[in-house]
Nanobody, 124 residues
Framework: QVHVVESGGGVVQAGDSLRLSCAADGRPGATYGMGWFRQAPGKEREFVAYITWSGSNTYYADSMKGRFTIARENMKNTMYLQMNSLKPEDTALYYC?????????????????WGQGTQVTVSS
């Protein structure tokens, strides 16, 4: 079992930056991918970003490219999401995702472990 905890959310103004962190207590395997999803009120959970075990490959949803950066520190079992140029439409509950097996990273059903989420609110 892997326990996942996010932190770093908050209330900011449009154009500001935030850095989210995700700490995983335990490992689902020798190597595993990690990522971020978000869910706004009344909307489905959507893919934000993904990073491979080595960190050499990262993937982003189109609306986040150029603004968000995902990174990880395997020695600390920690992952980060640096969010710049935030917009009101980025307001959502952001979830950390840990992948133990296969499946397309952009599908929520491919995620094996979720955190409880950290709220990001961007005011205009």
């Amino acid at each position: 079992q892997v326990h996942v905890v996010e932190s770093g959310g908050g209330v900011v103004q449009a154009g500001d930056s935030l850095r989210l962190s995700c700490a995983a207590d335990g490992r689902p395997g020798a190597t595993y991918g990690m990522g971020w999803f978000r869910q706004a009120p009344g909307k489905e959970r959507e893919f934000v970003a993904y990073i491979t075990w080595s960190g050499s490959n990262t993937y982003y949803a189109d609306s986040m490219k150029g603004r968000f950066t995902i990174a990880r520190e395997n020695m600390k079992n920690t992952m980060y999401l640096q969010m710049n140029s935030l917009k009101p439409e980025d307001t959502a509950l952001y979830y950390c995702a840990v992948y133990a097996g296969g499946g397309a990273y952009y599908y929520a059903r491919s995620v094996d472990y979720w955190g409880q989420g950290t709220q990001v609110t961007v005011s205009s």
